[in-house]
């Protein structure tokens, strides 16, 4: 991927795609989502502590209580509908 990227909007992107997938809704807090995306925006979010770790085996991550809010948020900010 080129440097010249904005990596904090692709991180955005991602996280509302994430927010998009959701497969599961632990009841303590957070949730799950299919984790097939670019694995250094993936990385990115996990150093900001809004996903699990993406390198493991589970095919899906955990989104962190902060995480599941600021993907619900890009998410509408992103694709939400304007009116």
């Given at each position: ?16 795609l ?11 807090g957070?949730a799950?989502?299919?984790?097939s995306?670019d694995w ?7 150093d ?15 989104l ?16 939400g509908?304007?009116?």
């Amino acid at each position: 991927m080129s440097d010249d990227l904005a990596n904090d909007r692709i991180d955005e992107a991602v996280l509302a795609l994430l927010y998009l997938n959701i497969c599961e809704r632990p009841r303590f807090g957070g949730a799950r989502a299919w984790k097939s995306f670019d694995w250094d925006a993936m990385d990115r979010l996990h150093d900001k502590d809004l996903i699990s770790d993406p390198a493991s085996k589970a095919k899906s991550v955990y989104l962190t209580d902060e995480g599941l809010a600021r993907a619900e948020a890009a998410c509408q900010r992103l694709f939400g509908d304007d009116g």
